[in-house]
């Protein structure tokens, strides 16, 4: 088959155009692929589920045994330990769970930090 000459350049243009439309739609127009999209969504989601557990984290330590003891101990311990001061107390370990999550044991730190008692 033969292509008619004057057909080449608009293929060649159709074929530059659907280039630079990919290349300024995944820059500047925040076109995402599948992946992309599925990271975020995931994120998100792991996000708003500690930001509504962290409430029940606090109220978990407010239900311990010395909360005022226990809020000053944690305002002693380093920022970057208080996380794991939260999961060794239990206070973020959920109902039904065995084991305490760390994202939400961070949370639930960093919320206790502006706790008045």
């Known amino acids: 088959m033969k ?3 004057e057909l080449k350049p608009a293929l060649q243009g159709a074929a ?8 300024i739609g995944f820059t500047w127009g925040g076109w995402v692929t599948k992946g992309t999209a599925d ?10 589920v500690v930001a509504a557990l962290t409430p029940i984290c606090v109220e978990n330590f407010r239900r311990s ?3 005022a003891a226990s809020l ?4 002693k311990t380093d ?3 208080q996380g794991s001061y939260v999961e060794k107390a239990g206070w973020a370990t959920m109902p039904g769970s065995e084991a305490p999550d760390s994202t939400l ?3 639930c730190a960093e919320k206790l930090g502006d706790l008045k008692l």
């Not at 155009?17 to 290349?23: K, P, R």
């Not at 990271?39 to 792991?46: C, E, N």
């Open 72 to 75: 000053t101990e944690l305002k």
């Open 105 to 107: 044991a961070r949370a």
């Open 79 to 81: 920022s970057w330990r």
């Open 39 to 48: 990271a975020r969504a995931s994120l998100l989601a792991r996000n708003e």
């Open 3 to 5: 292509m008619p000459p």
């Open 65 to 67: 045994e010395d909360p």
């Open 16 to 23: 530059a155009g659907a280039i630079v439309l990919a290349i």
